[in-house]
């Protein structure tokens, strides 16, 4: 699936038809690819057979990058960045992790107690959360979580069925709620839903649903690929709705969301998009060769639309079928402090801050006496963009506190309540 970096990008400007444009076959290894992922120059895929590939020129073309890890040989089924950091999820290798941009790489696998097989990864704040599936039954599927400093992988919470099996599909939201697509034995279109960043889970099965292939989460709406069709929730599952009747029946394999532009991966169709918020939908297959093949995976770099094909056909190109101009993420002008979420919490809550430029920053924590409780930050230097910590109060006494975030000459106090 491709990574969270190539799915929130705005389209600015003018856009004009291209859609009789031709896929053109982009130099790359035979085999199946799984995920897409941006970290600065370089352009990642996963592959099934032959692990990690890389382009270094805009995915002109792809190579089989060699990390020296047995790991990275098994087959990738997603990646996350933060910055310079990679994670990728190995069915059979477990969790990897780069510090350097994909330079050089390192296994993350300390806690499983058996060979795990990760099929997605996604970091929230300091923990990093990986979802497993055991399909051997050796031990219980579902989500593990550890500390981004060292590996010490442990179940998340309580909640989710130990019989699960068959885990397909993992997406985090906005606000830090987890949606896992699983199946269980006689019930399936399972989604296992978290909103306490998996400490508890509740069952929020999609109706008339049979498998759900994949998650994409945009803020807090989550989209959900299945054999269905595309259902969408926002609420966090509690209601899934169908999102255009001209899927339905039909097998969705990936979802990409450009702004209002989503394109989905169509098992026997290949590639649609609507322009419409999923009201309506073209075909753009064209000429790709997806006779007993589907697209397995969608990414968008530099004004062109990438497909990685299943049945060993490697990665094919064409230009986007509306043109403008990417941007990767919306960085304001200014410095903004979030209202942290949960709030009221117990015992930790999510604090968001953007910055318009990579700034020293301070955060820190005060009771209602003024009296300092707590340094988040003390003159660290953090990226342009959107920046989450996770604050973990469990030492502290039920009350309200304060919050303040210094950024050169920006300082803002936000209040919270912690209630136990």
Known sequence: MAGRISKFLVLLGLWTSVADAQWQAVPSPADRVFAFVQSGARIFAGSENSGLWMSANGGASFAVYQTGLNEMNFDIRGFEVRQDTLWVALVGGGICRSTNAGTTWHAFNEGFETQAFAIGVKQFGDTVYAAIDYWDGLQPSGVYKTSIKQANWKRAGTGFPTELRNVTSFAVTQSGAMLAGAALAGARGNVQVSVDHGNTW????????????????????????????????????????????????????????????????????????????????????????????????????????????????????????????????????????????????????????????????????????????????????????????????EKLASGYYFYRLHAGDFTQTKRMLLLR
């Open 202 to 393: 509740l069952n929020r099965r999609i109706a008339n649903v049979g498998d759900v292939y994949t998650l994409e989460a945009v803020a807090d709406t989550v989209y959900a690929g299945t054999s269905n069709g595309i259902y969408v929730t926002k609420d966090f599952g509690v209601s899934w709705q169908p999102l255009s009747a001209q899927l339905q029946s039909t097998f969705i394999d990936d979802i990409l969301i450009v702004n209002r532009t989503l394109f989905a991966a169509v098992d026997q169709v290949g590639v649609m998009y609507s322009t419409d918020g999923g009201a309506t939908w073209s075909t753009i297959t064209g000429n790709l060769p997806i006779d007993n093949d589907f697209v397995s995976a969608l990414f968008i770099h530099d004004g062109k639309l990438f497909a990685g094909l299943s049945a060993a056909r490697g990665v094919w190109s064409r230009p986007l079928p509306v043109t403008g101009v990417e941007e990767p993420e919306n960085v304001p002008h200014t410095a903004v402090l979030e209202q942290n979420y949960p709030n009221p919490f117990n015992p930790g809550t999510q604090i968001s801050f953007t910055l318009p430029r990579a700034e020293f920053i301070t955060l820190k924590v005060y009771n209602v006496l003024g009296k300092e409780v707590a340094t988040i930050f003390d003159h660290e230097k953090k990226a342009a963009g959107s920046n989450t910590v996770w604050f973990n109060a």
